[in-house]
């Protein structure tokens, strides 16, 4: 299995409280990627990144920002939590044709 | 851009049955397509992939072929088992070098019965 850990794995967080999920890993790989999943849209790409402090939107950015400044930590963040957040959010990484899923970690918002 | 279609679940099937869970995309040139797997209380687990055309993935028992002219990428297997019990996921991507962005169909959801 590929090095990847998630923390926290499960929250309870109130609405209009910060957020910051972590993704760790050892593979020393370039790319990472946070996703969400929720019944009845699969997976959604929230950002990515391609290098150190090198980050990109993905199609759902709203409400939620990234931050890479080591290789191996890719941070989400949510600034002000909404009931809408709550998801299982997946990091994942690559260095060529295959990602690998980190465990995930259910979010709720009440 | 990329969208995947798939077919919906659950798709429940008897030990040893034949399965096929169907997967269609639209895409802009040729992309390279993916499935999938995420047992319960897990991440997804790549399955198979498939980059050109006419080519066919497999694992585990799993089958599957990048059809160009109908845009199809339909799973198969000729017979499940209880351990198969998992959701689904197509995937399609405009390979970038080294980077992938993903884009998924919602998942099928396969219960398999003894």
């Known amino acids: 299995d590929a090095g990847i850990t998630q923390s926290p794995r499960h929250k309870v967080t109130e609405t209009g409280t910060p957020v910051t999920l972590r993704c760790h890993q050892t593979?020393?790989?370039?790319?990472m990627y946070w996703y969400r999943q929720d019944p009845g849209h699969g997976l959604r790409l929230i950002h990515y990144s391609y290098g150190v402090k090198d980050t990109d939107k993905g199609e759902v950015s709203d409400g939620y920002s990234v931050s890479r400044s080591k290789t191996e930590d890719f941070l989400l963040t949510l600034e002000s939590a909404t009931s809408s957040q709550t998801s299982v959010y997946f990091c994942?990484?690559?260095?060529?044709?295959?990602?690998?899923f980190g465990p995930g970690t259910r979010l709720t918002v009440t | 851009g990329n969208s995947v279609t798939q077919m919906e679940g659950p798709v429940t099937l008897s030990e040893e049955a034949f399965l096929t869970i169907n997967c269609t995309y639209t895409?802009?040139?040729?992309?390279?397509l993916f499935w999938y797997v995420q047992y319960p209380g897990e991440g997804l687990q790549l399955l198979l992939k498939a980059t050109k055309a006419d080519d066919k993935g497999s694992n585990k028992g799993f089958e599957a072929t990048y059809r160009k002219e109908t845009t199809s990428f339909h799973l198969e297997k000729g017979s499940v088992q209880v351990s198969d019990s998992a959701v689904y996921f197509c995937a399609a991507s405009r390979v970038y070098t080294g980077f992938q962005k993903l884009v998924f169909g919602t998942g099928t959801r396969l219960l398999v019965s003894p």
């Open positions: 593979e020393n790989h370039r790319y």
């Open positions: 895409a802009t040139g040729y992309p390279s």
């Open positions: 994942a990484i690559s260095d060529t044709y295959e990602q690998y």
